[in-house]
């Protein structure tokens, strides 16, 4: 494909918003721009391929399409049909699930659709026989309190937050944590590694309905089928949240115990982190639970978006292809000299190191909240987010940890030692920087000093770093 044609098509859907409405396109400008130019750690973040971006601008967008493949409520759905039953095709044979769902609009949608299948499947509810027998809001009062009655309080046991657990898996913030009753397993302190026999005997106590594993800021692998055997022995569903390292099991770094897949009963993911396609989530199950997973939409959620199903069906045959698996291993390689890199000059790293795409910073070894180091970092030109450490002392707003991921900047092409450069510049920052003080001269756990010349000189740094890299080299907005 011409490189051109990118830069045409990119260009030409640019000057269309803006005979309506400059400003969009100005700010859709900007944003290039602005991703072009910042060196991102964000562990959850990737850049979509053209492809990917291209096939989710058009009349997709106006379809309605609840229901399924072949049997929705809307009138005139063969191309939806078309772009949905490619995207689950691709999912089912990238990941060798027998079922894929790919309607949730993100990840905390898939989530919900995981939950209320499993619910569904296996808590006894004559309530919920109703209402599926039924339209959902033809309920009659009492039939909500019976359902209330029937499906709440059922048990959950999944990672804790600030072990690198999710807010989905049964935390308040979340309506998982109303819907549940939630108990959590967390890390080893001495080894910040999950210890099974813990998560065996939390389990043995609490007999969840669901076992959830997956994280988002949890460095090391998960053996699943330890997680499996665990599930089975108090007969609970296991639930695999692979949001961030879809893109690592798509792409084979994650195999055998590694793989959620073989070993869960249901897989949930996002399609826009590691996996690199477009903002959504999807659904993997066996045959047992495909019925109810399809009853996503309009269980829980809003009518299907078809044109972000045509960009999965994009990225997801994009995974398929060989150069994916590559691009998955440099995640971990890259990840890995970044790891290395830091200790070798002093950072503290919870569990020492990693093996996947992130790595989390103890940055109370720079005598730093996880606040001022985001900041001092990103005054710097270097793009983070402050994460928890296990027991963190600071809780989950100011936190002490800083949380750096690979997928983006390995997607630009930056290599081992280039990690090792941006080693060097985080390492720079922190160790320059010192905690400020409040108005009244205490010590302040969000205000910070450092040196503008510091801040400045490795912004520059930053930038050359990327220079070789251009983000879509073949989109030219002119
Ligand atoms: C990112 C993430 C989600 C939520 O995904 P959204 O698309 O933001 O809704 C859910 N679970 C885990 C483990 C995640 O990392």
């Given amino acids: 494909m011409s490189r051109n044609a990118e830069s045409t098509a990119f260009r030409s859907a640019l000057e269309v918003v803006r005979g309506v409405e400059p400003r969009v396109a100005d700010a859709i400008a900007a944003e290039l721009a602005d991703q072009r130019e910042s060196l991102k750690l964000i562990a959850s973040e990737n850049y979509a391929s053209p492809a990917t971006l291209l096939a989710m601008g058009n009349w997709f967008s106006d379809k309605y399409a609840e229901g399924t493949v072949g049997r929705r409520f809307y009138a005139g759905c063969q191309n939806v049909d078309t772009v949905e039953a490619l995207a689950a095709e691709h999912a089912r044979e990238l990941f060798g699930a027998s079922h894929a769902y790919v309607q949730p609009h993100s990840g905390i949608d898939a989530n919900l659709v995981a939950f209320w299948a499993v619910l569904a499947d296996r808590v006894e509810s004559p309530a919920l026989r109703r209402a599926q027998a039924r339209q959902v809001n033809d309920l009659t009062e009492a ?41 959590s397993y967390g890390t080893d302190p001495a080894t910040g590694l999950i210890d099974y026999d813990r998560v065996a005997e939390a389990a043995r106590e609490f007999k969840p309905l669901i076992l959830v594993a997956g994280y988002s800021a949890y460095p090391r ?28 099991v798509a792409g084979k770094v994650f195999t055998g115990d590694f793989d959620p897949v073989p070993h869960a009963h249901i897989v949930t993911t996002t399609t826009h982190k590691s996996l690199r396609g477009p903002r959504g989530g999807m659904v993997l199950c066996g045959p047992e639970l495909a019925d109810q997973v399809d009853r996503g939409c309009p269980m829980v959620l809003g009518g299907p978006l078809p044109h972000v199903m045509a960009a999965k069906a994009v990225a997801l045959a994009e995974a398929r292809r060989p150069d994916f698996a ?34 989390l910073i103890d940055v109370s070894g720079y005598g730093l909240t996880g606040r001022q180091a985001e900041q001092a970092l990103l005054d710097s030109g270097i793009v983070t987010n402050r994460n928890s450490v296990p027991q963190d002392p600071n809780g989950a707003w100011y936190t002490s940890g800083i949380r750096i991921g690979t997928p983006a900047l390995t997607t630009r092409g930056l290599g081992a030692a280039e990690m090792d450069a941006t080693a060097e510049l985080i390492h720079t920052v922190l160790s320059q920087t010192t905690p400020g003080t409040g108005p009244d001269g205490a010590p302040s756990k969000a205000k910070y000093v450092l040196d ?23 989109v030219d907005l002119g």
């Fill in 221 to 248: 692998k998960v053996n699943f089928r330890i997680m499996r055997e665990i599930a089975d022995s108090v007969g609970a569903t296991f639930m695999v949240d692979m949001a961030h390292f879809a893109g690592l």
């Fill in 326 to 359: 590559d691009y998955a291993q440099r995640i971990v390689d890259n990840a890995q000299a970044l790891a290395d890199g830091l200790l070798r000059r002093g950072a503290t790293l919870v569990t020492g190191g990693t093996d996947n795409h992130l790595v």
């Fill in 452 to 474: 503008p010349a510091v801040a400045e000189s490795v912004g520059k740094q930053a930038a050359d770093l990327l220079t070789p890299f251009p983000l879509y080299p073949a």
């Fill in 143 to 183: 039939d909500w309190f019976a359902l209330r009655r029937e499906l709440g309080n059922q048990r959950m046991l999944g990672m804790s937050l600030d072990a690198g657990g999710h807010l989905t898996h049964g935390f308040r913030p979340n309506i998982s944590g109303k819907m549940f009753d939630q108990r």
